[in-house]
């Protein structure tokens, strides 16, 4: 019998499982606490990944092939930092680790996107907020206000299926409208621009023409 080595795994050692060898209870806490920030680490990328993909599907056109060679690179990245945090080494983890960070930021890139320290998100449509006030005459000429976000840059507003001819942008959170002739009864006032049109957002956009 080896007396160098103990018989057992007692309180201060534990078998390893995945190739550690004899660890005391304190070199396996750390491993865990590692992995555990390894696997949050590599959460937060492929939730990154997945917002760049989202960007990078609306900007194909002629940067296809730039975008799917980042997409294949950053997957490959993803897997090797998976592989690493099994292995335990902390060098490796945090090589892999920057592997995948600087894939991230290149297919954000090859997307359009500014990649910056976490990525920027697409932009956001228009929101409509309210409609005030929300009833008026089916003949038209009521002045409205709508208010909501996203509104610079408007090109048209709708009152269902009417769109209105005289409308302002006041700012990116106000629009002033004159209400369009249109027939009677409850339509949803919905806003366009260059970065798509509101959703429905009854009660909150809804007009009454009687």
Known sequence: MDLNEPDGPGPEYEAGVSGFGWRSDSEFREIHRHLDH????????IDQATADLQAAVTNLGTEQSAIVTAVNDLVAKVAALTAAAGGGDTAAIEAAAAAVNASASALAT???????????????????TSVTPSTGAAA??????????????????????????VFAV???TEIDVTSPVQNAGD?????????GT?????????????
Do not use: E, W
């Not at 390894?38 to 990328?45: L, P, Y």
């Not at 509101?198 to 009687?210: E, K, L, R």
């Open 38 to 45: 390894v696997q949050r680490s590599i959460q937060m990328t």
């Open 110 to 128: 090859s997307a359009g996107a500014d990649p910056g320290p976490q990525g920027t998100p697409p932009p956001v449509g228009p929101v409509v």
């Open 198 to 210: 509101s959703v429905v957002n009854a009660p909150q956009d809804s007009f009454t023409a009687s």
């Open 187 to 195: 339509v949803d006032v919905t806003v366009v621009t260059p970065n």
């Open 170 to 172: 006041v700012s990116d």
């Open 140 to 165: 038209g000429g009521d002045a409205v206000v709508i208010a909501g976000t996203g509104f610079t840059g408007a090109t048209g507003v709708l009152f269902g299926t009417f769109p209105a001819t």
